[in-house]
């Protein structure tokens, strides 16, 4: 039986004198890239893989979820840090008998030792002497089990380079023909309205936006594998470091312009159970207050949300009998 190795170097980094440098906005797009080749290739893998690495990590998870895919999945290996070429197979051998595809995300030179290693045949070299640039895939197709793999038993099927891939991402889904500047599931967002009730009156979490010049309430992209709800609760949990119960309905929807486009937007209310310590919170430096509804309406700076939040009473009022 025919298994699928795909073994990815991680993308462009940023070129700053950090001890643990960040991928750049290149390096994010171009695994963003690979992740919808994987896709419309019919390569989607079983079983992912990479180091806890930051940069690796991150070129797992854009490329997994550009795939379609969760990237709650992915499995962190600390063993593949600075790990030898024999130490990476080894990790490879470790890998489920299920598993008919796996990706591997991680850096050179051991990547391009191990992928020498496993062909049979000769592995070509770009100009500048090397296998695997950056965001670079190489597909080897294995006839044995993953406990079984030795040198020289995979036959290379193709390496892939992101600079030959289309610039632009389709939409609506990998197989559409309109090509926009981000991948399709950006412009899918769910928003969440953290509310408690207080003497019988709702009050709403209201935090900072990013750049702290005007209030709102947790939005973001709607990440494949999760459903709405559960996307939603996540935006909730880092941008505003609560956790409570998400409506299975939605309260209302908005639209917003973004990305040479129009993002749509989810709009789900959740009653606060718990709010973290501030410590314990990462997005911390946003800033957060509970507000009347009232004020809220007044403080959110888009008018559409402000409208939604202004339905909060009626909807959890009809939501909860």
């Known amino acids: 039986m025919i298994r699928d190795l795909l073994l990815m170097h991680h993308g462009h980094l940023n070129d700053d004198d950090k001890l643990e440098p960040e ?52 499995q962190i290996k600390k063993n593949l840090v600075d790990a030898s070429a024999s130490g990476v197979i080894d990790i490879i051998k470790a890998c489920p008998e299920k598993a008919m595809r796996v ?4 850096n050179n030179p ?14 070509p070299k770009t100009k500048k002497d090397k296998i695997l640039s950056p965001a670079a895939l190489a597909h080897l197709r294995i006839d044995c089990s993953w406990s079984k793999i030795s040198d020289s038993c995979a036959e290379l099927s193709q390496i892939v380079y992101p600079k030959k891939l289309p610039s632009l991402f389709p939409y609506p889904d990998v197989n559409g023909r309109e090509g926009r500047v981000r991948p399709a599931y950006y412009y899918r967002q769910s928003c969440v309205i953290p509310y408690r009730i207080k003497k019988h009156r709702p009050e709403i979490l209201i935090i900072s936006s990013s750049s702290g010049k005007h209030w709102v309430v947790p939005k973001g992209i709607h990440d494949p594998g999760l459903n709405a709800q559960e996307s939603a609760a996540n935006e909730a949990y880092e941008e505003a470091g609560v956790e409570g119960r998400v409506t299975t309905r939605e309260i209302g929807c908005y639209q917003y312009a973004k990305w040479e486009a129009t993002c749509k937007v989810s709009v789900y209310p959740m009653e606060v159970s718990h709010m973290l310590d501030e410590k314990d919170w990462e997005e911390r430096h946003r800033g957060r207050r509970w507000v009347t509804l009232e004020e809220a309406v007044k403080l959110i700076n888009n008018p559409d949300l402000a409208n939604i939040i202004a339905r909060l009473p009626d909807f959890i009022g009809r939501y909860k009998k």
Request: proline share 3%; aromatic share 2%; net charge positive.
């Open 23 to 74: 991928l750049s906005d290149k390096g994010k797009r171009n695994a963003q890239r690979m992740g919808v080749w994987l896709a419309a290739n019919e390569l989607l893998p079983d079983h992912i893989i990479c180091s806890p690495v930051d940069h690796v990590k991150t070129t797992a998870e854009k490329t997994s979820k550009t795939s379609g895919l969760n990237a709650n999945n992915i």
């Open 110 to 123: 051991s990547l391009e030792s191990v992928l020498s290693k496993l062909s049979r045949t000769d592995v």
């Open 103 to 106: 990706l591997l995300v991680g």
